[in-house]
């Protein structure tokens, strides 16, 4: 069975704070693959990042940061100096060969941020 | 410029009555993926299709078919809506398999009434 679970249900800081989301996950899988979605109030799932199982180097990409740690099958999401605009759902997902198509979302954290 | 249209992005209808959804893409990715998403919950696949195949989720209930008539296009027909069904339903597409990132609508917001 998979398995995201995202602990952090709501988020709050003030602008220029970084911000960590936290996201762990199950698989038996050996082949898998992790994603971070943003949803902004509009709706649509904006697609952030993609990692597989094979490469565990962490990635950055402006303000925003991802820790993969396989040892503690932890996909985390850092977010450097906030901005309003990074107000949002974000969703941390598992894929694997194994699940078919189907990606096992977590339930999210929103993230509030405030001037 | 949206890659990925859903239409309407509202819609409002009668408990029992038919109602379809629409989603188009301009990105010609095989794999075209219908999800619900409760409020405040993650969203859940219901079913996709890769090409012409349709794979159904084993939990997705029979109440919700789906079309695609072409690459293009893709269609939600939920049979009686009940209140249970209301719901976001967001349409996605992908290259291929879950290994490729995949590009998401902005939902269609159904409401049961």
């Known amino acids: 069975a998979q398995k995201v679970t995202q602990a952090q249900t709501e988020i709050s800081v003030v602008e220029k704070e970084d911000v960590t989301l936290d996201c762990v996950y199950e698989t038996r899988d050996t082949t898998y693959y992790l994603f971070w979605y943003k949803q902004p109030p509009s709706g649509e799932l904006v697609f952030l990042i993609r990692r597989n199982s094979f490469d565990e180097q962490n990635e950055i990409s402006g303000r925003y940061s991802w820790n993969f740690q396989k040892s503690t099958s932890s996909f985390n999401f850092t977010i450097t100096a906030s901005q309003v605009v990074d107000s949002a759902v974000y969703f941390c997902a598992l894929g694997s060969s194994n699940s078919g198509y189907a990606l096992n979302f977590g339930k999210g954290t929103s993230l509030l941020v405030t001037p | 410029d949206a890659m990925v249209i859903q239409n309407p992005r509202y819609q409002v209808t009668q408990f029992g009555k038919p109602v379809t959804l629409s989603c188009s893409q301009t990105l010609n990715h095989n794999v075209m993926y219908w999800y619900q998403q409760k409020s405040s919950q993650a969203p859940k696949l219901l079913f996709h299709?890769?090409?012409?195949?349709?794979?159904n989720e084993a939990d997705t209930p029979d109440n919700f078919q789906s079309r695609r008539p072409n690459t293009s296009f893709c269609f939600l027909d939920i049979r009686s809506p009940g209140l249970g069904d209301a719901a976001m339903y967001l349409c996605a597409t992908s290259r291929d398999a879950v290994n490729t990132e995949a590009f998401f609508g902005q939902g269609t917001r159904l409401t049961v009434v």
């Open positions: 299709y890769y090409d012409k195949d349709f794979n």
